[in-house]
Each structure stands twice: as structure tokens, then as C-alpha cells.
């Protein structure tokens, strides 16, 4: 099993000309698609690294039985209207299975052309695998039955995020610094919603929204926090957007403590160093230290060994897991009789049991809280991007406690 990278909208593999993407070879052909250029690249190009390391285990191990898996990648350049490009070729050349994480903004518009696709080709649907694009409308208003989330949404972080923060009494004065599209506008919502009823005496003394990937000096946003006086920083910036504020923060003395959603992503670790000990920290469906998490810890050394880069997108593992045990409950790779089979699904991941929600299609797993804090060889096992500091836990709430209510109305088409 190899990776296969296409940088172009329109890039033809030739073994995917024969139609359908999981016939005779016995072959189930994922096409990740996510930003391989651009400022989200170094994010995106792990996030290939992680599905290739993870689709090899799942054929070492045999997850779908006798079913193999492969994953070709295409560049989206992470953006909404290329990705549909990418899509249409994604159709052309057969294949039946999609995955996705980097952009709810991308996540909607991919959602809502398969699940038009799939209305208007029957026989030739497509199976949507979100790993990461957190906006929860994905399983509210937008859901789709061919939408699969595997990630917590953003909700979902916030009121676990939340939960936390409303027993540290230090935090008094709250700044909200989110990137300007539908996912970064649903953390600040989130964020001003769930501290008015955990923490009504905090006060928010301040927001900003800028472009998403587009910004490369955040010095005059890390201004105007240090003017607010706030102590506390709430963030749902990814990629380079975090690793640049953070950078912005350090150099100008800002002391104040940042509650994120994706500290743990490339880049970020490295801008964090030493001077974000104690100060910074991340909710997640996993913890790499968790100290049960031994397949967990063999998963992060065999990464780091093979690829000299951080294993932390969980999700890529629970992908596999999900696809593999409902290809073999459907007894087919048929992706009709395989998202009926995904569909209220409970199985085991590296967090412990999780389940497909059948309402709405939104995993519902443990979520994390934890610290960035220097490596202890007790607490501390695994460092990131070579700082010597990783990922303290904190807390690990049972599923029930972030679990959100939805207003998905699904549309369910009959089982084969």
C-alpha cells in the first residue's frame, strides 16, 4: 500500500479508470482532500502522513478482513470552490470513499455536492469521511446521512473547554481571537454563550476575527489584547494562524494564559517552546499521554520513526477502525451498505468506546483536556516537534458531558 500526492484538480492515476473505486483488487481507495500548499500545508501534509501510516496498519492488521485499503491524495490549496474541482475528478476516476478535515468552510460545500451527487447518481454514491472540520452545522442543519463526523465539534470542545475553566478563578478577563469564517465564528459564539452560564462573572473585554491563512504578522491583534488587559486568551486558530499568533504573543510579553482548540497542531509546538509552559491549553478527543493509551504510545514512536513527525491526528486511526468494522459487518465495501452499517456503530478507538450517533452522525467519544508542560517521563511521555515539552492531561470527560443535542433532520435512503 502506497500514498499517491495530486497537485493538480485533475491529476489521472491510472489503476482508478475501471469505474468503481472498490471492485474486483479487493481495494477500498480513500481520497483525502486537504491543503498540500499554501500557508496550511505543513498541517495538511501530516494529516497525509497520518492516513497513509494508519491505512498500512489497518491492511497489516487486517481491520476490513480481506479488504485492503489505499489513500490518494489531492491538493485543495484550502479552498471551498477548488475543492469541488477536485471532487468532480474524484468522481471521474471512481472513487467511492472521500475524507476531509482541514476547513468547515470546505467541509460544508464537499457535504453538500456529494449528497446532491448521491441523490442524482444512484448506484454511485459517495461515502464523506470528516475528520476534523468541527462547524456544527455539519450535524444540525447541514447534516447528511453520507456525512460522517469523527471529530468533536466545536460545541462540543467549548463545553468541555468551559467546564474547566469555570473552576480556575484566576481567569477574570477573557479575549476571543478566531479566524473569520463559519467554524471560527462558531467558537466565538460558543465561547460567549457556554461563560455566561458556567462563569457569568468573567467578563469578555474584547474580540477579533481576521482572514483565514492569510495573515503573517499578528503583532497588532497581540496589541490589543495586551491593551484589554486580558488574562486569558480563547482561540479556535489552526495551523499557521495559531502558530503566528502565538510567535506575535511571545515577542511582545503577553502573559496571558490561551485556551485553543488546535495547540497540538505543526508548527504550533515549536512557536510555543519553553515560554508556553503552564500557559497553554488544548481540548481534544484524545491525549497522547493518556497513561491506558499503550497502542496509543506504540502508534506515536512508529510515526516518529518512520516519518521524523508527530502522530496527533487521532482521528485517521478512528477512521480506519469505523470504515474497517462496517465494511465487515455489511460484508461488502458497497458504500451505501457500509454508511448503513457505520450508522449507530459502537466500536473501540485509542479513546475507549465511541458511537456514531445514527441522529445525526456525529461521534460521541471522551474529550481532553490538558496543559502544555515540559516532557517527565511520568505524566509527560511524548514531546512534540523536539521542544522537549508536550501535553499534560488534566481531565478526560466521558462522552455524555460534551454530548450536544441536534437538529438534524436526516434524510435516510432505504437499506440495499
Known amino acids: 500500500m502506497g500514498i499517491r500526492t495530486s497537485t493538480a484538480a485533475f491529476a489521472l492515476v491510472a489503476t482508478f479508470a475501471s469505474g468503481a473505486a472498490f471492485a474486483q483488487s479487493g481495494t477500498v481507495k480513500v481520497a483525502l482532500i486537504d ?29 476490513a478482513g480481506d479488504t485492503k485499503f489505499e489513500v490518494t491524495v489531492f491538493d485543495n490549496k484550502g479552498s471551498p470552490q477548488e ?57 444540525n442543519e447541514k ?19 468551559t467546564a474547566f475553566m ?50 503573517r504578522d499578528f503583532a497588532p491583534y497581540v496589541a490589543k489584547m495586551k491593551a484589554s488587559g486580558a488574562d486569558t486568551i480563547i482561540t479556535g486558530n489552526w495551523g499557521s494562524d495559531l502558530a503566528l499568533l502565538i510567535k506575535a504573543a511571545n515577542d511582545a510579553g503577553l502573559k496571558s494564559n490561551f485556551y485553543t482548540y488546535y495547540a497540538g497542531t505543526t508548527g504550533v509546538p515549536t512557536q510555543m517552546g519553553a515560554s508556553g509552559a503552564e500557559r497553554v491549553r ?27 513527525d508527530d502522530y496527533y491526528a487521532m482521528a485517521t486511526y478512528t477512521a480506519f477502525r469505523m470504515l474497517g468494522e462496517g465494511i465487515k459487518r455489511a460484508k461488502s465495501a458497497d458504500p451505501v451498505r457500509v454508511a448503513h452499517a457505520m450508522s449507530g456503530m459502537k466500536f473501540n478507538s ?20 490538558a496543559t502544555w508542560s515540559k516532557v517527565d517521563s511520568k505524566k509527560v511521555l511524548f514531546d512534540q516537534e523536539k521542544t522537549g515539552y508536550g501535553w499534560r492531561m488534566e481531565t ?13 433532520q436526516m434524510k435516510r435512503p432505504p437499506k440495499p
Open 166 to 215: 469555570a473552576k480556575q478563578k484566576d481567569i477574570q478577563k477573557v479575549y476571543l481571537i478566531n479566524q473569520d469564517y463559519a467554524f471560527g465564528h462558531s467558537v466565538e459564539r460558543a465561547a460567549e454563550d457556554y461563560l455566561k452560564k458556567k462563569r457569568p462573572d468573567v467578563q469578555v473585554v474584547g474580540k477579533d476575527r481576521h482572514p483565514l491563512m492569510q495573515v
Open 282 to 308: 488544548v481540548v481534544s478527543y484524545w491525549d497522547g499521554n493518556d497513561p491506558q493509551g499503550k497502542v496509543g504510545h506504540q502508534i506515536q514512536e512508529g510515526f516518529k520513526k518512520k516519518f521524523n
Open 143 to 161: 447534516c447528511s446521512f453520507w456525512h460522517f463526523r469523527l471529530d468533536i465539534n466545536a460545541d462540543m470542545k467549548m463545553e468541555a473547554l
Open 83 to 139: 475543492s469541488l474541482t477536485v471532487l468532480k475528478s474524484i468522481i471521474d476516476q471512481g472513487f467511492r470513499y472521500v475524507a476531509q478535515g482541514n476547513g468547515s468552510g470546505v467541509a460544508i460545500a464537499l457535504s453538500d455536492a456529494i449528497t446532491k451527487h448521491n441523490e442524482r447518481n444512484p448506484g454511485k454514491e459517495i461515502v464523506y469521511i470528516n475528520y476534523a472540520a468541527v462547524d456544527p452545522v455539519l450535524t
Open 396 to 408: 478526560r470527560l466521558d462522552p455524555y458531558v460534551a454530548a450536544q443535542p441536534t437538529s438534524c
Open 35 to 63: 491543503p498540500q500548499s499554501g500557508l496550511a500545508a505543513p498541517v495538511g501534509q501530516n494529516m497525509a502522513r497520518s492516513w497513509q501510516y494508519i491505512a498500512d496498519l489497518a491492511n497489516k492488521e487486517k481491520w
Open 350 to 369: 485509542l479513546n475507549g468506546e465511541v458511537e456514531m450517533r445514527t441522529s445525526d452522525h456525529q461521534l460521541q467519544q471522551a474529550v481532553y483536556v
